[in-house]
Nanobody
Framework: VQLQASGGGLVQAGGSLRLSCAAS????????MGWFRQAPGKEREFVAA????????RYADSVKGRFTISRDNAKNTVYLQMNSLKPEDTAVYYC?????????????????WGQGTQVTVSS
């Protein structure tokens, strides 16, 4: 299984970015996907998750109302639309896939991870 994340960059506070994660090697449409992030000196934390169909999503409280996770099963891709970005959103963002249909917040349930994409929000 391979996950390729892209779309990170440098943006000013209040701006937007859209991350993409292209998956291969597993029947993408059968499994839940998630986004996590890790800031320097901090543990990797949950950001958002989506179930196999896209009909169920979950978000960390810190991003609710600002971030939207979605997926296109025809393109084997999951997205993270990030709006109203804040300096505290600065981190490396990782996509991951879990061998489950559900949208899960539990990091240990994800078995494959992408390489990460850097998001930097300047104040």
């Amino acid at each position: 299984v391979q996950l390729q994340a892209s779309g990170g960059g440098l943006v000013q506070a209040g701006g937007s970015l859209r991350l993409s994660c292209a998956a291969s090697g597993r029947t993408f449409s059968n499994y839940g996907m998630g986004w996590f992030r890790q800031a320097p000196g901090k543990e990797r934390e949950f950001v958002a998750a989506i179930n196999w169909s896209g009909g169920r999503t979950r978000y960390a409280d810190s991003v609710k109302g600002r971030f939207t996770i979605s997926r296109d099963n025809a393109k084997n891709t999951v997205y993270l639309q990030m709006n109203s970005l804040k300096p505290e959103d600065t981190a490396v963002y990782y996509c991951a896939t879990a061998p489950l249909e559900i949208a899960t917040m539990t990091r240990s349930l994800y078995d494959y991870w992408g390489q990460g994409t850097q998001v930097t929000v300047s104040s």
